[in-house]
């Protein structure tokens, strides 16, 4: 089978600079009409360009649309080989390309420090607001807020009150959703504090559109957000529970939608990916397990909700959190960014509160305004919600509460009546204390690229603020999510919107920030300190990535002789298809069957466990492999075209294995990588010699041997004479110059357990020591004539052995 046809665009875009090429868009106002009374972030209501949009425009309008078209297709290429995803929950529970609008929003820098200033009062009102949650609770008392918002909050952990966190500060990193209304003025949407998600996603959107508008980005002066990131790592690492152990950021693991994120952003700061099983609570101390033994945590930067970090103290059904955290941050030992029972001031019902909480709290109206929000718990705020049902959009009141709507989001009056009719007001008395009414508002549109030319469509900002040593400081743009339609609710990813970078635009130049430092006080990780399932995810990546490769080519020798004979029934092609079949192959289902794809998605999903530790480049290539196996199973036939799709899979493979060797950095993953892939070919020789090597075995197996091990040239250079089993043996078993001996793999494997962190046996060899240089020295002393099929047995068994001795000792 060939592989597919390389892509032609370049050379077609050669041959189309012969022609005059016509401009990707003719610029005109009448061109592009803003929806009616909405205003429009690029034009404004005279249909005129903002002046902070106009050099874009210019470059654009002069962009001829091949051009253009290989812009947009440089960003797309790096976020699909960065490998930017997220997780779509529609049934399938796959993972989807990150949904990039090529088009920027463009906002002035001093319209920008406004806006940045009143999210920044927001941010002290929310952290206000949780002290006096987890304090005093006089907001409750005084009035302020009824209490039901509180009582029957499920954000709200009654285990966490009266703890003060370490530095004095619940809230560390919080988002903001704004959106821009009828009047021009920003507004905000939402609050985001449990646990924010799209920074990192906002860094790779900002990748991927200076690549698509390197120059023009440049030119613009856009204010970089690497200082924002740089900031607040410094933050984390100077906080006072920082100084004792080391940073992570708490995933839920792989299965989150936003996971990716959670990878990038560790290995963007330098920080730990650690999951719930990674930890320990010894002595109400956070320590994470690695293979060094356990090393101490003071700060945990959380991804997942509050609930399901502590299941012994909160929710009890957890299964990715850590028993005990609750207790380290009662004594003061573990600062949890943000606070656990953060989630609380994401209570929509809130927002009707907070321009009197900011005026108690602050002695400050509020700078920015909430979206208009009445909380139908109340009498009069529920009868005006009833009486202004076309102008509203119902939704829960609490930010986690499920809701009948089939989105589970808010809908709008008019829907509820076509649900209701006749009894909207009955059903709104009952159910008032879980409902918000909100202001149903068209948001401003930004242009996005759809079919060849610039539409509107309406848009939100997603803001990130970060408490640093200077107090807020928030990402200058952020991210935008443009809807897919002039649908409001459409906005979202999970609707079909799509996210765009924010270029905050300065009128001078700006510096190029970098997150490199020059500080000596910034530790390294000691390459002991990695965490126990990182070390288990990376020794089975080198088993499986390993076993794929002798499968593959117990294949192709096995349809390289099928297409000679064309007989099945010949012994050896029977013997072999037999050992396959015991492998778990099964030769009678198709010429590769699927469960070949088996060991290859096990590698892509150990691989997919440590992003954080996983280069891009081979991400990408194994997934590559993954893609092209899945393209040749089932559909090639026995023979030659079968063992040239194994030929073209090997090649991929050696890539990946290529890339792993000559940039991965050799500490004690890498040692991890090497053992798993060492101990896994050593099994494989050695149940192929006990299969094939034996005096039972058919005329021609010898030869198949030196195949599938690449043998046969090595073999002519050492033996001057024809294959017999006691050459076999001495160059496939015994020679420890051989790359693909038995005794190779044993020796690489004792030389890297040699230089394993062991601890626990400072004066003694470990277990796992004592066990790989027995099974080392009683290969390394045997003759050829003296290896027989029972040693061989005896020998697999050693192998597993040694498997279970490393799980035992450090996974």
Not at 269 to 281: A, K, N, P, Q, W
């Amino acid at each position: 089978m060939a592989e597919p046809k390389a892509d032609t665009s370049a050379e077609k875009h050669m041959a189309d600079e012969d022609h005059e090429a016509e401009p990707a868009i003719a610029w005109n106002a009448r061109d592009y009409v803003p929806l009616s009374d909405v205003p429009d972030e690029m034009v404004d209501a005279e249909g005129k360009v903002r002046p902070v949009w106009q050099p874009f425009v210019n470059a654009l309008s002069g962009m001829t649309a091949g051009e253009l078209s290989e812009r947009f297709a440089r960003a797309d290429r790096y976020l699909r080989d960065a490998g930017v995803f997220y997780r779509a929950y529609d049934g399938q529970d796959d993972t989807r390309a990150w949904p990039f609008s090529h088009i920027p929003v463009i906002i002035d820098d001093n319209e920008w420090q406004e806006l940045a200033d009143g999210l920044k009062q927001r941010a002290d009102l929310l952290e206000a607001m949780m002290a006096d949650f987890y304090g005093e609770n006089r907001l409750v008392s005084e009035g302020f807020i009824p209490p039901a918002l509180v009582a029957s909050n499920s954000e709200f952990l009654r285990p966490l009150v009266g703890i003060d966190p370490p530095g004095g500060h619940y809230l560390h990193f919080v988002s903001f959703e704004v959106g821009r209304g009828p009047d021009g003025k920003w507004w905000v949407l939402a609050d985001r504090a449990q646990a924010p998600s799209g920074a990192g996603f906002a860094l790779e959107n900002r990748v991927a559109a200076s690549r698509a508008f390197s120059g023009i980005y440049g030119d613009m002066h856009v204010r970089r957000v690497a200082t924002f990131f740089g900031a607040f790592r410094d933050a984390l690492q100077g906080d006072p529970a920082g100084n004792e152990g080391r940073i992570g950021v708490l995933t839920p693991g792989p299965a989150n939608e936003t996971y990716y994120e959670h990878a990038y952003i560790a290995r963007y700061l330098g920080i730990s990916l650690l999951e719930g099983e990674d930890l320990i609570v010894v002595n109400d101390r956070v320590m994470v397990r690695t293979v060094a033994g356990p090393m101490p945590v003071s700060v945990l930067w959380r991804r997942l909700d509050a609930s399901f970090t502590d299941p012994l103290e909160l929710n009890q059904n957890s299964r990715i959190g850590t028993p005990g955290l609750v207790g380290a941050i009662r004594a003061g030992n573990l600062t949890m960014v943000n606070a656990l029972g953060s989630g609380m001031v994401e209570t929509r019902a809130f927002l009707a509160f907070l321009p009197a909480l900011s005026r108690h709290l602050l002695n400050e109206d509020l700078k920015i305004p909430s979206i208009a929000t009445w909380w139908c718990g109340q009498e009069n705020e529920r009868h005006h919600v009833a009486e202004n049902l076309d102008q509203m959009l119902i939704g829960p009141a609490y930010s986690r509460m499920p809701f009948f709507d089939d989105s589970g989001q808010s809908f709008t009056g008019e829907r509820l009546r076509e649900r209701r009719p006749g009894a909207v007001a009955r059903w709104l008395d009952k159910r008032g204390p879980w409902l918000v009414g909100q202001e149903a508002v068209k948001l401003s549109t930004a242009p996005a690229f759809v079919d060849g030319k610039l539409t509107p469509h309406p848009f939100s900002l997603r803001v990130f603020a970060a408490r640093t040593r200077d107090g807020w400081k928030l990402m200058p743009g952020g991210f935008a999510r443009i809807g897919s339609s002039d649908d409001v609710a459409a906005i979202a990813m999970q609707s079909g919107g799509r996210a765009a970078d924010v270029w905050v635009v300065s009128q001078t130049p700006v510096g190029k920030p970098t997150l490199l430092t020059r500080e000596s006080r910034v530790p390294r990780n000691k390459p002991s300190n990695l965490p126990s399932r990182a070390a288990d995810n990376l020794f089975w990546l080198g088993r499986y990535i390993e076993r794929a490769e002798g499968n593959l080519r117990i294949l192709r020798a096995w349809h390289g002789r099928f297409a000679e004979v064309d007989d099945r029934g010949q012994a050896l092609l029977t013997r072999v298809e037999a050992y396959l079949d015991q492998i778990g192959l099964d030769l009678s289902e198709a010429a590769l069957p699927p469960s070949l794809l088996r060991d290859i998605d096990s590698a892509v999903y150990s691989a997919g466990n440590i992003r954080d530790r996983f280069s891009p480049d081979g991400w990408l290539a194994l997934n590559d492999l993954s893609k092209t196996a899945r393209r040749f199973v089932d559909r090639v036939n026995p023979g030659d075209d079968a063992a040239h799709a194994v030929t073209v899979l090997l090649r991929k493979l050696a890539g990946f294995a290529g890339l792993v060797h000559e940039n991965m950095y050799r500490s004690t993953g890498w040692r991890f990588l090497s053992i798993g892939r060492y101990l896994e070919r050593g099994l494989h020789m050695t149940r192929l010699l006990g299969e094939l090597a034996g005096e039972d075995a058919p005329d021609g197996a010898l030869d198949m041997l030196l195949e599938i091990s690449d043998n046969v040239m090595t073999h002519r250079r050492h033996y001057n004479v024809y294959t017999d089993p006691l050459t076999i043996t001495d160059l496939l078993a015994l020679d420890p110059q051989n790359p693909r001996s038995v005794l190779f793999q044993l020796d690489q494997i004792l030389a890297e357990v040699k230089k394993l962190p062991d601890q626990a046996y400072p004066a003694s060899m470990s277990p796992l020591h004592r066990e790989t240089m027995r099974v080392q020295s009683g290969l390394a002393v045997m003759t050829a004539d003296s290896v027989s099929s029972d040693y061989y047995a005896a020998l697999e068994r050693d192998f597993e052995t040694l498997s279970d001795c490393l799980a035992q000792s450090y996974l």
